[in-house]
């Protein structure tokens, strides 16, 4: 055990007494055979997926910039990235300069980048083209996410997606044996009580969870003891988490930024949740692209660099994988308002301690384009095929409907 | 304990009907059981009348639904016109919640939600309200009918057609998706057909087509060639299939266990030898599925300590329980909403497996959820619910004032007072202390009171023994 | 629960005035004294330091809360279920405790204590400064020893409702200078100081109004000669009022990202969809030292009204598309046909989209609309999009119906309201012939999928031409059969050329429109007038009456058929609002945006009362 959990366990049974004598460990931490994934060196037992959904269609091109490449200043005269003012990762490529973040993750042998990518025959509809990726099917009709499907393959895992204000559950996780909870804050994990004053409230509480302490004797009551205080104490948890927890990088002011802290403060809970969902948006810039884009990117480094060495800073910088992807990109050439319309293949980074640093495949022609949109030379169910294999432990064949070759994100 | 004898009991005693005497008199945890396991739960009047009325009477009205159902069914069905008219998908679930508050035949909505969960259909696909509720006509029509009837009818269901690819399946190129489920979760259970049936199957399934809001059959698209099924060959139909199927010796016992373990016990499997018996009858009687459900109800094994407290009450029974039992009248679309969170969206099961229920419904998350949602539900400080179930306003009806009083009240009418004594004892020292504790200045005594017995109704929901069924 | 003293203050003056003409005037009370003492004192923006932004003020509280809470404006509120559930909730009901709990230990009934505390205004001051941003709150009545008494009270309740939420942070008492503060958190700061009361979220905007009230408001808002401005420009006595400083809202980084590359101020602009559907408004903005806007009450209902002290002069090449010349009117008449839901009335120079375009757009736009120009020739079968454009005229009208009866014999399973646009044409006879052309055209191209059916008919002088949909066959795509409330026309009333959604609404304009005549200065100054109608509203609502009782029903745990009554109850209240108008002016040095709300409850009361 972590000494995490160790000093988990150590509080709850001198604090309160909630596990009883002869039950088995807590639900949470319990690592039953079924859920050790069969991953084999990529991750550590149980790993843990982050997915940044960009919603809008993110403009991979000013993403990660083929600086050097003519084409690029004539395709976008007014929204085009100096060398200058670009981060280098090598002499042909660079990092819009507001993903600093990044190029200090890159730096630190952690951002891997996979170029290229999207599906054949794309479709430029958000709602279309957002659902092919989330369902991992280029059918109509279905009903199942590819991470519903993979959750049913990891039992007993939580899993979380931290949402904004009236975001809906994306189709990406639906299809889970058991439904993934939508949360925005902490305080919805918590035991919500109403009392007249703070000691009314901890006189309740103690009532609840001296009811929760089973006699460990067989028997469906038993179950629900031990369901109940393993409950109760992940809810002590999360609220001493919150109230005390110390970020070991500061994180940005921004909504993101709150969302990821979140899951790092969940993360580090012990709750042994595998995966989590959060959207970033609007990049559908249409119009007036530069600041709109630069201030997107920038709220997204930031976040994701304060919550990885935030995470790597705790301990579990192997056991996190955090990954971007974005419905489709932009069109190569800029339209008459300064921005962009819909494209096709983009980027997607990849961050994490075991992941492949830099480039992955190379950045796709700007002089063949197919209507005006780069043309994608790796297929998104690649890098799909590589997480669930190798990361997650599931089995990708059964998800995707077919193999696919596995994307090389990965060390060996 | 539960579970423990299961293996050795007498089938022949089982299944008799119950009559109290003094090892199993006829008491409230009995009346509170029959009405958790027969409807939703009981307000405090509906317990002491069953209390006194006895097993037999209680049974046979539960049985039957008390008066004003025709009224409600037709004040419903208004309603489920315009949710048809405009697929209005929020509003379906809050109105299938509302018929199983309201219904005064509980026991109907109750069977009708076992075959939703064993037909387990979903509005993700069929995508039209009209007919998803076509479907749970059909369901509650046959809810205490003949199953054969019931099976029969649901291979020409829109819902069913939509839901399994049924309208796809046509000649020469007919789509086995529904004939297997048929087969492997509607009636026979795996191991009990080959693959080759299901082929076969299938084919006699072809020729079905959704045109506007109704099934109809094209008889082009039928094909009405030979078939080998489950050992008979012919020119079989969708509803010689059906007849194939019911004729086999596993359907009854599938069907018979699948009922015990909604009405009596998840914790432990029955014996084959202690289901035989009901499935003989079941199969004799063509598949009467009401007196199934009559001879399961009126059992010895069902009043015993094996079937008492045996489930975990799933999302809607832990959420009807309370609002039944406080006796409110709740805004049924916020609570069909939070019943997501709970893990149960009604007609939108997860998959063609319906909700697996038992204990897949609490765990760290659902079951923190659920305690959540009794405070909303009872602190009357939750917006979306407002003060519609008030506790305190239900003590001040059946005047019960004194700490004592309340305690025993709320023990009473949500577990029938079957807790350890030392939980009462804790509650009744927490009611009794909390007078002295502070209030905020501004706050009456009228409010504090209130507040105390709010407090006091949510304890009682989070006891543990109050999510077993 | 009117508040006597405040009615009681207006009168002072009068009686005051009049008895002093009398020629043995009586002695005036004490308190009279006391009131005409007050009176003098300057108002209460003396108390926020001048580097306040943003200005918010509610000059008599008491009269502000008399108004809304006005039988008028409750009862029929009232009547409708979630209203009801909100007042009676659990805690509404505890700020009536609160309230009640302050009554008695203050020993006053809350509109008298309303008055001494707050009697001369309640102010709030907003500072456009990064995280956190300061704002400040000021308080000021007329009784000090009650204003201290009320401040110490307050503290104890705020310091137990901390504890008895177990939060972290007490009250900690400070001082600044001879005031004595009070912290609770880094976000909470107070102080009363004489008769006023100042809560901040920051300790220096705290100590910037401590140190007006020193100062007798040397360095304050009341300084500020743009507020002298702002209250020249309002109407008298406003129940709330609001200034905001434009200049250093046009210096926030977030707007200088929008207003720069290029300056939004004048045209051209990036997004030529800006200059055609808001260019004047943006122009304003970007000139205008400050915004101020105060809400009224008066007899027909509320009104809202923003005023800016630029106007016409100075606008830049803005003025071509949406100014009309001083002489002209600014919009034609608002259409009023029977069951309006909406009616809007604007001027807007269309032809100047294309004749002035090298001032409107950049390059590149030019390009793209010359280009589009010719793009699109082929399809107007002669005419040049440019001629068309420079034939019609500046003012254009639309209005949307609910419509009553429909002209088919299938009913759609969702009602559509009808709707019309009317424009005036420059050139009548030439454009109306050109664009009765194009429009059959496009109805053969469009309707040919639908296979619409072709109806011409003369009325009143007129000739409608129209279209209508099959009824025997199904169309692709049309589940709620919405196509059946439509009969797509056209028709030119004298120099206004009408495209009406129905041929019923279309007749019922013509009737309208010849009774408006053709006059050339008809209409009024207004540049934009648009109207909210509540009856048509309440009439269109009612057509979905089925879906609204099965909400109510569900939501509210009732029969369908008290679920009815709910819905009338709602309904009624929607037609007691009456209109809702909206009306924009520019004159030479000013602008002015009017919302007025003209309430018709008390109407509605009067006939259920003679009814009884």
Excluded at chain 2, 24 to 39: D, E, F, I, K, M
Excluded at chain 3, 548 to 573: G, M, Y
Aim: proline share 6%; aromatic share 8%.
């Amino acid at each position: 055990m972590t000494a995490n959990r160790r000093d988990f366990l150590k509080a709850s049974l001198a604090g309160v007494g909630l596990i009883g004598a002869g039950s088995g460990a807590p639900l949470f931490l319990s690592r039953t055979a079924a859920a050790v994934p069969a991953a084999d060196k990529a991750g550590a037992k149980d790993t843990i997926l982050v997915v940044i959904e960009l919603t809008g269609g993110n403009d991979g091109l000013n993403t990660v910039v083929p600086f050097n490449d003519p084409e690029y200043a004539k395709l976008r005269p007014t929204l085009r990235q100096t060398p200058a003012q670009v981060k280098k990762i090598n002499d042909q490529l660079g990092l819009h300069p507001s993903l600093a973040g990044f190029a200090e993750l890159l730096q630190d042998n952690v951002l891997c980048i996979v170029q290229g990518v999207g599906y054949p025959n794309p479709n430029q509809s958000h709602f279309r083209s957002m659902d092919i990726w989330q369902t991992a099917s280029l059918n109509e009709n279905v009903s199942e996410g590819w991470l519903g499907k993979a959750l049913k393959g990891l039992p007993g895992a939580p899993s979380f997606h931290l949402k904004s204000n009236n975001e809906a559950s994306p189709l990406a996780l639906e299809g889970a044996p058991v439904r993934v909870p939508s949360i925005a804050t902490l305080e919805e994990f918590q035991l919500q009580l109403a009392a007249a004053s703070g000691a009314d409230k901890k006189e309740q509480r103690d009532i609840i969870e001296s009811a929760a302490r089973s006699n460990g004797g067989p028997g469906l009551l038993d179950f629900v003891q031990r369901t109940a205080s393993n409950t109760y104490a992940s809810s002590r948890r999360l609220q001493e988490i919150g109230k005390n927890y110390q970020p070991q990088t500061p994180y940005p002011n921004t909504p993101l930024g709150g969302r990821l802290k979140l899951a790092a403060q969940l993360i580090d809970a012990g709750l042994g949740a595998r995966l989590f969902y959060v959207a970033h948006g609007n990049f559908d810039t249409h119009a007036t692209q530069a600041p709109t884009h630069a201030n997107l990117l920038a709220q997204l480094s930031q976040a994701v660099t304060a919550f990885f060495k935030d995470i790597a800073a705790r301990g579990h910088r192997d056991r996190v994988l955090v990954m971007t992807f974005s419905e489709f990109g932009r069109r190569a050439k800029e339209n008459g308002s300064r921005g962009t319309d819909h494209g096709s293949a983009a980027p997607m980074f990849l961050i994490g301690g075991k992941v492949k640093p830099g480039p992955v495949g190379e950045h796709p022609s700007l002089t063949q384009l197919e209507f005006g949109n780069l043309k994608h030379h790796t297929d998104f169910r690649q890098v799909y095929a590589a997480i669930l294999d190798r990361w997650l432990g599931v089995s990708s064949k059964d998800i995707l409907g077919a193999e696919f070759s596995h994307a090389a994100i990965f060390k060996s | 304990m539960a579970g423990a004898g299961v293996k050795n009991l007498d089938p022949l005693w089982a299944w008799q009907p119950y009559r109290p005497s003094t090892e199993a008199p006829w008491n409230l945890p009995r009346v509170g059981h029959l009405y958790r396991r027969a409807a939703f739960g009981a307000t405090y009047a509906e317990l002491q009348a069953g209390l006194k009325a006895g097993p037999e009477a209680l049974l046979d009205q539960l049985l039957k639904g008390g008066p004003g159902l025709a009224e409600f069914d037709a004040q419903m069905a208004s309603l489920a016109q315009s949710i048809a008219r405009y697929n209005d998908a929020t509003h379906l679930r809050a109105w299938w919640l509302a018929r199983m508050l309201h219904s005064p035949h509980p026991l109907q909505e109750k069977i009708t939600l076992f075959w939703h969960n064993h037909f387990a259909t979903s509005y993700a696909k069929v995508q039209s309200a009209r007919f998803m509720l076509g479907q749970y006509e059909l369901l509650r029509r046959h809810a205490l009918g003949r199953f054969s009837e019931l099976l029969r009818a649901m291979s020409s269901d829109p819902a069913m057609l939509i839901w399994l690819d049924g309208r796809d399946s046509k000649k020469g190129n007919p789509n086995e998706n529904y004939a297997r489920e048929l087969m492997e979760l509607f009636s026979l259970g795996i191991g009990h057909y080959t693959e080759k049936d299901v082929r076969e199957a299938a084919r006699a399934f072809t020729g079905w087509e959704i045109q506007g809001t109704k099934a109809v059959f094209n008889a082009q698209q039928h094909d009405d060639g030979v078939k080998t099924v489950l050992g008979q060959t012919g020119n079989w139909n969708a509803d010689d299939i059906v007849r194939i199927c019911l004729e086999q010796k596993s359907a009854a016992p599938f069907l018979v266990a699948k009922l015990y373990r909604f009405f009596i016990s998840e914790t432990a499997a029955p014996s084959p030898e202690l289901l035989a018996p009901l499935a003989q009858q079941f199969r004799n009687s063509d598949y009467d599925f009401g007196a199934l459900v009559k001879t399961m109800l009126a059992s010895n094994l069902f009043f015993s300590s094996h079937a008492y407290r045996t489930r975990i009450k799933s999302p809607v029974d832990f959420v009807l329980n309370i609002v039944r039992g406080l006796e409110g009248a709740i805004d049924a679309t916020a609570l069909a909403q939070s019943l997501e969170q709970l893990g149960q969206n009604l007609f939108s099961p997860p998959s063609v497996k319906g909700w697996d229920g038992g204990k897949s419904w609490l765990n760290g998350q659902t079951l923190l959820f659920r305690q959540n949602l009794a405070l909303a539900l009872t602190s009357t400080e939750d917006a979306r619910f407002g003060r519609r179930c008030d506790p305190a306003a239900l003590a001040r009806k059946y005047h019960k004032e004194t700490d004592a009083e309340l305690v025993d009240f709320f023990l009473h009418l949500f577990l029938q007072g079957d807790v350890a004594a030392q939980t009462r004892m804790r509650l009744l020292h927490y009611q009794q202390q909390a007078h002295k504790l502070p209030a905020p200045v501004y706050w009456t005594q009228q409010d504090s009171a209130d507040q105390r017995v709010r407090s006091l109704c949510h304890l009682v929901l989070t006891l543990p023994e109050f999510q077993l069924d | 629960m009117r508040c006597f003293l405040c009615s009681v203050r207006f009168l002072v003056p009068l009686t005051f005035a009049a008895a002093a003409a009398r020629a043995e005037a009586p002695l005036p009370s004490k308190e009279t004294v006391e009131k005409q003492a007050l009176e003098r004192l300057p108002a209460p923006t003396r108390l926020v330091p001048h580097q306040v932004d943003l200005l918010i003020q509610a000059p008599q509280p008491c009269r502000l809360l008399s108004v809304l809470t006005a039988e008028d404006l409750l009862k029929p509120l009232q009547q409708v279920a979630p209203v009801q559930e909100v007042l009676h909730s659990t805690k509404v009901r505890r700020l009536g405790q609160l309230v009640a709990y302050f009554e008695k230990e203050l020993g006053l009934p809350w509109p008298q204590l309303l008055d001494r505390l707050a009697g001369r205004g309640v102010i709030i001051g907003v500072q456009f400064a990064p995280n956190p941003t300061p704002v400040l709150l000021v308080v000021e009545g007329e009784d000090e020893p009650l204003m201290q008494q009320f401040f110490q009270l307050g503290l104890k309740v705020l310091a137990q409702e901390l504890a008895r939420q177990e939060a972290k942070d007490k009250p900690i008492k400070g001082s600044y200078k001879e005031y004595s503060t009070i912290r609770i958190g880094a976000n909470f700061h107070a102080a009363v100081a004489g008769r006023a009361l100042f809560l901040s979220n920051s300790e220096k905007a705290l100590h910037a109004g401590l140190d007006c009230h020193r100062s007798g408001g040397k360095g304050s808002m009341a300084d500020v000669s743009s507020i002298k401005e702002a209250a020249q420009l309002l109407p008298p006595q406003p129940l709330v009022s609001l200034w905001l400083n434009m200049t250093k809202l046009r210096q926030t980084p977030g707007a200088k990202a929008a207003y720069k590359d290029p300056p939004y101020k004048d045209p051209p602009r990036n997004d030529p969809a800006l200059t055609i559907g808001y260019g004047q408004y943006l122009n304003l903005l970007g000139r205008t030292p400050f915004v101020c806007a105060g809400v009224y009450r008066d007899k027909a209902g509320f009104l809202a009204t923003v005023r800016t002290p630029c106007g016409r002069e100075d606008m830049g090449a803005d003025r071509f598309l949406h100014l009309p010349l001083a002489s002209a009117p600014g919009s034609r008449p608002l259409l009023k046909p029977k069951n309006v839901l909406y009616s809007e009335s604007k001027y807007f120079n269309i032809a100047n989209v294309w004749k002035e375009r090298a001032a409107l757009f950049n390059e590149k736009q030019v390009q793209q609309l010359e280009q589009f120009e010719n793009k699109v020739a082929p399809f107007l079968v002669g005419a040049r999009l440019s001629k068309l454009l420079m034939q019609a005229g500046p003012y254009y009208r639309f209005v949307a119906v609910h419509q009553a009866g429909i002209a088919y014999k299938t009913t759609p399973k969702i009602s559509l309201p009808a709707f019309a646009l009317v424009w005036e044409l420059r050139e009548p006879e030439a454009l109306g012939k050109s664009l009765e052309t194009i429009l059959r055209g496009v109805a053969l191209l469009a309707g040919g999928k639908a296979d619409l059916r072709l109806i011409e008919e003369q009325y009143q002088g007129c000739k409608l031409v129209g279209y209508r949909f099959p009824e025997d066959r199904p169309l692709l795509g049309d589940v709620y059969d919405l196509r059946f409330n439509f009969t797509p026309c056209f028709t030119r009333v004298g120099d206004q050329f009408v495209v009406s959604s129905t041929l019923d609404l279309c007749r019922e304009l013509v009737d309208l429109l010849r009774q408006e005549g053709g006059a050339p200065s008809r209409g009024q100054a207004a540049t934009t007038r648009a109207s909210l109608y509540g009856a048509g509203a309440a009439a269109y609502l009612q057509t979905f009456e089925d879906l609204l009782v099965t909400q109510t029903a569900l939501d509210q745990a009732v029969t369908p058929k008290e679920a009815r009554e709910q819905i009338k109850a709602l309904v009624d209240v929607l037609r007691g609002v009456g209109e809702l108008a909206l009306e924009a002016r520019f004159h030479a040095k000013a602008f002015q945006y009017d919302v007025r709300l003209r309430t018709d409850f008390a109407a509605k009361a009067q006939t259920v009362q003679k009814e009884k």
